[in-house]
């Protein structure tokens, strides 16, 4: 073939290539323009790229993500405490970890902690396993479904606030449960229905005589069924009222009352709440608590309830804390009578002076009767701590607290308490 002909055909090919493409070409989503003038549509802000590469990290998650965020800490104190029983050191060693998953409908977070004691002239004892899990799911935009799930085993030290003088070993106390709700949006009502169901048991409480006291007859389970309705008046202020129907079961007869002591009780609560941005929470209520025994001996017990939470941030440093509550039920191992009436309050200052240095102050106080029994119970208490961060991961805390209490069983009884301790953290 001569070159001729040779360049011939090269030129009838690229012309039918080109003659084929021309349809493709005017039919371009190319803007026009040669890049150079400012009325080129491809240098208008928004126009392109339409979704630039990085608008999201999403495509960098990695392969191997896990499915949990898992966070976790080691916290070791040393404790000094003076009683009106004697004095006492301990070390302590608190691990902690949690994992957690938000995902678009669904918040799933699992706990785990523990607390090991070594009194200075004791034997390393594990005073404290604790279990919980939790779940939040929307079902729609108006539905929301929430389960929890909690396992404990924990033991007092003898000689700490809170446990009677002349007990030499606490009992070993094992609780676990479970609870469901579901709560419905409809307009400005919402809606809540939940039910729990808690089983309790004591193990022997040794006495300083040695005498060693059986509490199988505190072992029960605990059935509760809630219905919450709350009316949204304005923005910042919710009405709402509770009812609740509880069952105590016991394993066996009560020792002291010489039947089981199975219980119903229901009660009716009325009360309001309110938000003001990020700056104030309050809610108060009140109601009546009906404790009706399936002894007819044991007759009903009436008691009237009080509860209140308020919280105030005036700015990012600080925060207040303040809040009023009522208990009504069995008396447990420690207690008489068929039921206890508690009232308790509490009020909590943290106060973050810079990013290295948190400090903090604590009071309480609490008050008790027994029914069926003459004896009561009153104590208060206040504190005061701080943590300094010595960097991200780590941290040094300080606290002192103080305690004073006062019974007819076991008479008046105070104890100061100084820790210190340093937290490691994910």
């Known amino acids: 073939m001569s070159l001729r002909l040779r360049h011939t055909i090269w030129r009838a090919g690229a012309l039918c290539t080109l003659c084929l493409a021309a349809p493709a070409i005017a039919q371009s989503d190319v803007f026009t323009g040669d890049g150079s ?10 126009i392109y790229p339409a979704d630039p590469v990085l608008a999201n990290g999403n495509w960098l998650r990695e392969p191997h993500d896990p499915f949990f965020d898992v966070d976790w800490s080691v916290a070791l104190r040393g404790s000094y405490t003076k009683s009106t029983s004697g004095e006492r050191f301990d070390v302590r060693t608190i691990p902690s970890v949690t994992l957690s998953h938000t ?11 523990a607390e090991i004691v070594q009194p200075i002239n004791g034997q390393i004892d594990v005073s404290a396993l604790r279990l919980s899990g939790s779940l939040g799911y929307a079902l729609d935009s108006d539905t929301t479904l929430d389960a929890a799930g909690r396992l404990s085993v924990t033991r007092s030290q003898a000689g700490t606030p809170g446990v009677a003088s002349n007990i030499e070993v606490a009992p070993l106390t094992i609780s676990g449960g479970g609870d469901l709700g579901v709560t419905r949006q409809f307009g400005k009502f919402n809606v809540g229905l939940t039910g729990s169901a808690d089983r309790t048991v004591y193990q022997e409480t040794t006495l300083s005589d040695g005498t060693r006291v059986n509490n199988a007859d505190q072992d029960a389970w605990a059935l509760n069924t809630g219905l919450r309705v709350g009316f949204q008046i304005t923005p910042i202020f919710e009405v ?44 108060a209520s009140t109601g009546v608590t009906l404790r009706r025994f399936d002894a007819s001996s044991l007759g009903e017990v009436t008691a009237q309830t009080y509860d209140a939470s308020l919280t105030f941030r005036p700015d990012p440093t600080i925060q207040m804390t303040a809040g009023l509550s009522t208990t009504v039920a069995p008396p447990g191992p420690s207690g008489s009578g068929s039921t206890r009436i ?17 400090l903090r102050a604590l009071a309480n106080w609490s008050s008790a009767s027994y029914i069926g029994s ?28 103080f305690d004073k209490s006062d019974s007819s069983t076991n008479g008046p009884q105070e ?3 100084v820790s210190v301790g340093i937290t490691v953290s994910r």
Do not use: C, I, M
């Open 415 to 417: 104890a100061h308490q």
């Open 374 to 401: 003459t004896d009561t119970e009153t104590g208060y208490g206040f504190g005061a701590g701080g943590d300094y961060k010595v960097n991200a991961h780590t941290a040094l805390t300080a606290d002192y607290n």
């Open 103 to 113: 995902g678009s409908r669904s918040n799933v977070s699992a706990t785990g902690s």
């Open 342 to 358: 508690g009232y308790a309050a509490d009020g909590e200052v943290a106060y973050t002076v810079n990013s290295w240095v948190a």
């Open 240 to 283: 709402f009222g509770r009812a609740s129907v509880g069952r105590d079961v016991f394993d066996v007869q009560s020792a002291s009352l010489g039947l089981k002591p199975d219980a119903t009780t229901s009660s009716l609560e009325a009360g309001v709440t309110g938000k003001w941005n990020e700056v104030l929470e309050a809610s």
């Open 37 to 46: 003038r400012s009325d080129n549509d491809r240098l208008t802000p928004g």
